[in-house]
């Protein structure tokens, strides 16, 4: 395998006062060379209802500032691990948007939606989009994470490809140890025509093993699918497989193909450095190795040229953490991120990396041209979607610097921490709710745990889900103008527990209106007493 020349390069960037954001699972969107970031972990906070931000970087400093949504957009919750690509009206428009298919909720459940972005204003104080929820009929796919999605152009018309990812078990196999096990979702390719709202589902006999967490990377009418993770088998595919759809017509044909030359990889990386060349970056070759090797994709006509590239310098750092992540920032730069050390303030922090995958000359021409053009790109980031396995995040951003102010900068310590004072606190000693792996108990909650007011002292609030609390005493509770105390403290305030034993009387018997004597039997001197006395 021959080798490409180019030489990459490495740089360090910080997170500022939101590092508890970049967790595992997020997205990047970009309209318009601006870069917004999507998909927290938890549910949004109040300063940022939509959960969207625009990503802001500046001096290698990374900061985010807060999206809004139109009025006639449907609710968008935050989706970790979803599939995304851009739809444009026509192979040469400038204008797209974007399609958000399954991913996982923060309360851990998959979602079987399809969403579509689109950017409708972006000034320097405010960016709004429109979001909406597509009906779909036909073979529409289950909820899954993990997979990928594709638009594929052929004869004048698109379409859209949904391959591959992960769904919990079945209900009806599922067992209380292994509740929220994962599978392999069935190798069917989805076709879905959003003209008319329709899917259809195809199966392929060269597609015999579920993936997920592959790369796929779309050019016109065909579709390479390389790597990815079977949980089955438990390996890692060398199968490079080409999908080519043809839209006559009549009925779509699909057609798949087994080429040579594939990668045994998991959670690669792609980014787009040229019309026809891409880059891999990352990803596992086993369940405890990275992989550290670079290739070169290169993507004719009716064929794909896959060759090693010369890696970069890794520092100790890269080389030695146990898991890494990351995705494509667009014009041939990748965001890598590795865990932080331990001995952190912020255990969840992380270190970022930037990696270009351009020569020094080209980076410096893109952002003189950034400057001219006002940060305006035109270029098309491509039909390349990176996933992650091993609960890994996806993250892309725009190397340059966005024009915004700092004084709209969102910032996480201005933040209420609803972790401590809000929903998700640990409410007594026996607490079990986990913001991670919280689901709705009681059919008032939706998106939040029900709580109730401890009077006790100056009061506290518990979740009525660790007090067990059946539905219709809470129910009871919450319209009754009455004291309520927790476990901990009922016993202290026994004169004071709601609602109060009543004391029972004891009954005293009625006294009757006649008393009755009982007779008593006379001797025979009484009676001659008696006679002389009367005579």
């Not at 395998?1 to 590092?19: C, F, T, Y």
């Not at 802001?56 to 400093?61: A, F, L, P, S």
């Not at 599978?183 to 259809?200: A, Q």
Request: hydrophobic residues 35%.
């Amino acid at each position: 395998m021959a080798q490409s020349a180019d030489e990459m390069s490495l740089q360090v960037v910080s997170a500022v006062s939101n590092s508890s954001l970049l967790q595992p699972g997020f997205s990047l969107l970009n309209f318009d060379g601006h870069v917004f970031f999507f998909g927290q972990k938890g549910w949004p906070k109040r300063s940022c209802p939509t959960g969207v931000f625009l990503l802001d970087i500046k001096q290698n400093e990374l900061k985010m500032k807060p999206a809004f949504f139109s009025k006639d957009s449907c609710y968008l919750p935050p989706l970790r691990y979803p599939a995304l690509c851009t739809l444009r009206g026509n192979a040469e428009s400038d204008e797209y948007q974007y399609i958000i298919h399954g991913g996982k909720t923060p309360n851990n459940d998959l979602s079987d939606k399809i969403y579509i972005m689109t950017l409708v204003s972006k000034n320097s104080k405010k960016t709004t989009f429109q979001c909406i929820e597509k009906d779909l009929g036909g073979d529409v796919p289950e909820a899954r994470y993990g997979h990928t999605i594709n638009v594929v152009h052929s004869r004048g018309k698109s379409m859209s490809v949904i391959f591959g990812g992960r769904s919990y078990t079945p209900l009806a196999q599922r067992t209380t140890e292994k509740w929220n096990s994962v599978v392999d979702c069935l190798p069917s390719v989805f076709l879905i025509d959003f003209e008319f709202g329709c899917c259809t589902s195809y199966i392929l006999p060269e597609l015999q093993d579920g993936l997920s967490f592959h790369v796929s990377v779309a050019r016109n009418d065909t579709i390479y699918i390389l790597g990815g993770h079977s949980l089955q088998n438990n390996t890692r595919s060398p199968n490079l497989y080409k999908l080519k759809v043809d839209l006559p017509l009549g009925s779509p044909a699909v057609t798949c193909t087994i080429l040579p030359g594939g990668i045994s990889v998991s959670s690669a990386i792609v980014t787009q450095t040229g019309d026809t060349e891409f880059v891999l970056v990352g990803g596992y070759q086993s369940d405890n190795q990275k992989r550290l090797v670079c290739n070169t994709i290169v993507l004719e006509d009716n064929k794909i040229e896959i060759v090693e590239r010369a890696s970069p310098d890794w520092t100790p750092d890269i080389k030695h953490c146990r898991m890494w992540f990351g995705c494509d920032m667009g014009k041939g730069s990748i965001l890598l991120g590795i865990p932080g050390a331990n001995k952190q303030l912020i255990s969840d922090a992380n270190y970022f990396y930037i990696l270009r995958c351009k020569g020094a000359e080209e980076d410096k021409e893109e952002e003189l041209t950034a400057q001219i053009c006002s940060q305006t790109s035109t270029e098309d980031p491509g039909d390349s979607t990176p996933f992650e396995d091993s609960e890994e995040f996806c993250f892309s951003a725009e190397a340059n610097s966005f024009d915004v102010d700092d004084t709209d900068t969102y910032n996480e310590d201005d933040e209420e921490d609803e972790s401590e004072t809000g929903y998700w606190i640990t409410c007594s000693a026996s607490c079990n709710i986990d913001i991670n792996t919280w689901v709705p108990f009681y059919s008032t909650e939706l998106n939040k745990p029900a709580m109730i007011l401890c009077s006790s002292g100056a009061g506290h609030w518990v979740h009525a889900q660790c007090m067990d609390l059946s539905e219709s005493m809470l129910l009871r509770l919450s319209e009754a103008n009455v004291k309520y105390f927790c476990n901990e403290h009922v016993d202290l305030n026994k004169g004071l527990q709601t609602p109060k034993k009543l004391v029972h009387l004891k009954k005293q018997p009625m006294k009757p209106l006649r008393k009755k004597t009982t007779m008593k039997l006379t001797t025979p001197v009484k009676k001659s007493f008696l006679r002389r006395l009367f005579e």
